[in-house]
């Protein structure tokens, strides 16, 4: 059984910082591309970044681009993202989700869009990130 936990969510202002991290069992953690998406109330799941295997091509939402970054300890099962200079805009709760079907890369390298959520399965149940003005 696959089980997703993020952490790392909190209180921030704005300009501050803050690394989410989702640790995965269940499945060979190494042998699969990452993302993190977010959800903000009210609103859609939105694809924040997604990283490839063996630390391989990321992908980043034009939004976060330049102050996010993903990245994965496959010896620890662990997804990160560090998030640099947060803004209100980025308040949502932060889901992890695994690539579907085995894939190793990141959707576009098969034809696909990253940030298209049927794109990923396993979703973990997020981390509220707030931050204040």
């Known amino acids: 059984q696959v089980q997703l936990v993020e952490s790392g969510g909190d209180l921030v202002q704005a300009g501050g910082s803050l690394r989410l991290s989702c640790t995965a069992s269940g499945l060979a953690f190494g042998e699969h591309a990452w993302a993190w998406f977010r959800q903000a109330p009210g609103k859609e799941y939105k694809g924040v970044s997604c990283?490839?295997?063996?630390?391989?091509?990321?992908y980043y939402s034009d939004s976060v681009k330049g102050r996010f970054t993903i990245s994965r300890d496959d010896d620890k099962n662990t997804l990160y993202l560090q998030m640099n200079r947060l803004s209100p805009e980025d308040t949502a709760v932060y889901h992890c989700?695994?690539?579907?079907?085995?894939?190793?890369?990141?959707?576009?390298?098969?034809?696909?869009?990253?940030?298209?959520?049927?794109?990923?399965?396993?979703w973990g149940p997020g981390t509220q990130v707030t931050v204040s003005p």
């Open positions: 990283i490839s295997w063996r630390r391989g091509e990321s």
């Open positions: 989700a695994v690539v579907r079907s085995g894939r190793l890369y990141c959707p576009p390298v098969y034809g696909d869009r990253w940030e298209d959520v049927s794109q990923y399965e396993n």
